[in-house]
């Protein structure tokens, strides 16, 4: 049972208030019942993706061996010898999109993180969410200056 109580000068004003705190309540409920530490964890994304993609009919539902079958997910680097380090490169392919376009897109993904190109700075940027009900953005700032730099 999630329970809240608001007070405001007028109803639709504690309305939000409450609806507020039972937002948040019931987001920290959520992330206590997640699975955290032990051999528990939970599936990730690109886990579920990848048991469709070995799939005979792919994602797209053509044989695994047609065109734009499964997800491209990118080239593993650095597997010199028997070096432990595998780096995977992808290319992510973008449109300009504001802020709250790229909050969308991380929360679509299930992600923590993610790259996006902001229409407002036009700069490379990294919306990414932090603890509780909280987000962060890291915007690049990329000059030719600090390239020939470094």
């Known amino acids: 049972?999630?329970?809240?109580?608001?007070?405001?000068?007028?109803?639709y004003g504690a309305l939000d208030i409450a609806m507020d705190k039972l937002l948040e309540r019931l987001r920290r409920d959520h992330d206590r019942r997640r699975v955290?530490?032990?051999?528990?964890?939970?599936?990730?994304?690109s886990q579920a993706t990848s048991r469709?993609?070995?799939?005979p009919l792919g994602l797209s539902g053509q044989p695994?061996?047609?065109?734009g079958a499964g997800l491209d997910n990118g080239d593993l680097?650095?597997?010199?010898?028997?070096s432990p380090i595998h780096v995977r490169e992808k290319i992510h392919a973008t449109t300009p999109m504001g802020l709250d376009q790229?909050?969308?897109?991380?929360?679509l993904v299930g992600h923590d993180f993610y790259?996006?190109?902001?229409?407002?700075t036009n700069q490379p940027s990294v919306v990414y969410r932090r603890r509780g009900w909280s987000?962060?953005?890291?915007?690049l700032d990329v000059s030719e200056e600090q390239a020939r730099v470094s």
């Open 1 to 11: 049972m999630v329970r809240a109580e608001a007070i405001a000068d007028d109803k």
């Open 36 to 45: 955290h530490r032990g051999r528990r964890v939970p599936e990730s994304v």
């Open 115 to 120: 790259l996006f190109h902001d229409k407002d």
């Open 52 to 55: 469709l993609a070995e799939h």
């Open 77 to 82: 680097l650095g597997a010199d010898g028997d």
């Open 135 to 139: 987000y962060g953005v890291i915007h």
């Open 102 to 107: 790229a909050l969308y897109e991380m929360e």
């Open 64 to 67: 695994a061996g047609a065109a």
